[in-house]
């Protein structure tokens, strides 16, 4: 059935859809799930409508060459034109081969797993196939997305998806929600730069568990249904095996790295980008940035309360709203270790979900400056910096609004809006994690914020070198806070080295001032907050270079699979019965060998 399930995808009216797709009805989508496959077509219509509006394309796919001579193909007036994924040199369908699937999303769209596991069937060669853009699904038009580019205040021009397009647009199986579609590494588009379009396999590993992970420890994540292998080869800087050193620099030995493409959903959104509102605004284009405020409402599923708003108050009220979620993110990243890398604004997605996952990393060693992006020389996007750059992109995304804004009393509010409202929120989001990390039921203004500094500065101080995860996890595993021994005996596993007696008489007072600050208050209740709140595990680079080497070196796909289902429930594991079949490495600070490695410390 999964032919035919695939083969279903299509638009409402083939005749229809050609011509609205290029003059902006927009894209109406479907699809037919494995146990409705009988069901009306109309049943299973994912319909946005929003008029967005559309370039034409290339006339044919022969052309990007020419486009790659020229440079950039610059558009105006629209912010999708129609796509062509290129076939791979090969051309050899049976060579695509299904390295990982995210079973959970497969249950959300009511499709069958096991078609990973059922090598050599034409379900699992149709699905390889289209999974990795070498089959177009019939009456359905690809496109591509042109954004543009701040990095902090700085304006870089016209960018775009130069090597992702996205394909369809689709509701889950409860006809809930609506997700985008999109495979990355699908070669050259109109605005690949000069680049080949491509994607390695090893990118595409670290984007699925990277991504899958973040959304496992309730983080706001793009999602990736699927990695498929290609089977060709694309040359690629990287860095020799093992080599070390504290400095960072940048890929510089080439390599010839197997090919990939992967499948990223927006979850319960679209892929819409600030920076795509950010060009609008650039080119003066006032109108079409109001229909992509409109569009972001219609399929942002935290915005659909703003419908019924119109003119001055819906743009107000989605800047606000788009504040709220950038910050809930970024609050959570701060919670998890988590640093994105590159946080320019085309990299950040109105629907408030971590995008592009590239050169990301979860904190290790803890350091208030950890930023794993080699690019990223004077620590703009470092880890402690990541508010305050969310805050610098979404005041030059509010003042971009501000343009379209009519009534001067809204000009003024807007200005309001950017000045206060950032701090106002985070403020109160980041001490409501903090209270989570720590235990607490309630927060003691200056005290308790002094309490967490001593702790955190006291973590980028130590000598030993302290596990942000493994601190954090064990702080929650106390099942008696009566002392500071307790604490300490609880996170001893943490530290990269032995510790001096100088510096654990540090750690002690810490605790002691700990202790007395959770006096009277409930161990239980405390553990339960904290174990919801802290993960056992996260994705570290070191656990996904060993799961794609074994993919890239053997096509063992096993590791990256296995691992997937680690990283799927990373609080379970406070109890212990569950961690007796896991690797022990995962719950303890990155071993000896991984450490200020090319490649896994720091990468590009």
Not at 124 to 142: D, E, L
């Amino acid at each position: 059935m999964w032919p035919l399930m695939f083969w279903s995808i299509i638009s409402h009216t083939s005749s229809a859809f050609s011509n609205n797709f290029r003059h902006g009805t927009f894209r109406n989508r479907i699809i037919r799930n494995a146990s409705m496959i009988t069901d009306l077509l109309e049943s299973h219509l994912a319909t946005t409508s929003k008029l967005l509006p559309f370039g034409e394309g290339l006339s044919n796919p022969s052309a990007i060459d020419q486009v790659q001579t020229i440079g950039p193909g610059t558009v105006s007036e629209c912010f999708y034109v129609q796509a062509f994924p290129e076939k791979n040199k090969n051309h050899n369908n049976e060579a695509a081969r299904i390295v990982a699937i995210s079973p959970s999303l497969f249950e959300k769209f009511n499709l069958d797993p096991n078609v990973q596991n059922d090598e050599g069937s034409d379900d699992y060669k149709h699905f390889a196939s289209v999974f990795s853009g070498q089959t177009i699904i019939p009456n359905v038009m690809p496109w591509n997305s042109v954004y543009g580019c701040h990095c902090g205040t700085q304006w870089f021009g016209q960018l775009g998806d130069g090597r992702a397009a996205s394909i369809l647009e689709v509701l889950d199986k409860d006809r809930e929600h609506q997700y985008e579609f999109q495979l990355k590494g699908c070669g050259r588009s109109l605005f690949s730069r000069g680049f080949d379009g491509r994607a390695a396999l090893r990118g595409c590993i670290r984007e699925f568990l990277g991504s899958e992970g973040l959304h496992a420890l309730g983080v706001r994540s793009q999602r990736v249904l699927s990695v498929v292998a290609t089977g060709d080869f694309i040359d690629r800087p990287w860095y020799k095996e093992n080599v070390e050193s504290r400095t960072k620099f940048p890929p510089n030995h080439m390599i010839k790295e197997k090919e990939g493409v992967v499948t990223r959903l927006a979850p319960e959104s679209s892929f819409l980008r600030l920076g795509h509102l950010e060009l609008a605004w650039r080119r003066e284009e006032t109108e079409n940035m109001v229909k992509m405020v409109k569009f972001g409402v219609a399929t942002t599923s935290s915005m659909k309360h703003l419908e019924k708003l119109s003119g001055d108050e819906l743009i107000l009220a989605f800047y606000k709203k788009t504040v709220e979620v950038q910050i809930e993110l970024v609050v959570n990243w701060i919670r998890v270790g988590f640093v994105e890398g590159n946080m320019n604004n085309d990299n950040l997605s109105v629907g408030g979900f971590t995008l592009d996952l590239g050169p990301f990393a979860f904190m290790e060693k803890y350091k208030h400056s950890f930023q794993p992006f080699t690019s990223d020389g004077s620590g703009h996007y470092n880890f402690l910096n990541q508010p305050q750059a969310i805050s610098t992109a979404l005041s030059v995304f509010g003042a971009a609004l501000s343009s379209a804004l009519v009534e001067e009393e809204s000009k003024k509010e807007m200005q309001t809006i950017i000045s206060t409202h950032f701090k106002d929120i985070f403020t109160r989001k980041y001490k409501n994690m903090r209270m989570k990390k720590l235990g607490l039921v309630d927060w003691r203004g200056k005290s308790d914020d002094d309490l967490w500094w001593k702790l955190i500065d006291g973590m980028d101080g130590s000598q030993a070198g302290v596990d942000y995860t493994c601190f954090f996890a064990g702080l929650s595993s106390v099942e008696k806070l009566t002392s500071a021994d307790d604490c300490f005996s609880a996170v001893a596993h943490s530290f990269y080295n032995d510790i001096e007696d100088d510096e654990k008489r540090g750690w002690m007072e810490f605790f002691d001032e700990y202790a007395i600050r959770m006096s009277g208050g409930g161990d239980e209740e405390r553990r339960g907050v904290m174990q919801k709140s802290n993960p056992c595990l996260v994705p570290r680079n070191w656990m996904m270079f060993e799961a794609y080497k074994k993919a890239v070196d053997d096509d063992d796909f096993e590791g990256t699979r296995e691992l997937y289902a680690i990283l799927a429930k990373p609080y379970d594991y406070y109890d212990l019965s569950k961690r007796v079949e896991v690797d022990p490495r995962f719950f303890e600070p990155t071993p000896k060998e991984y450490r200020n490695v090319a490649g896994l410390s720091y990468l590009s």
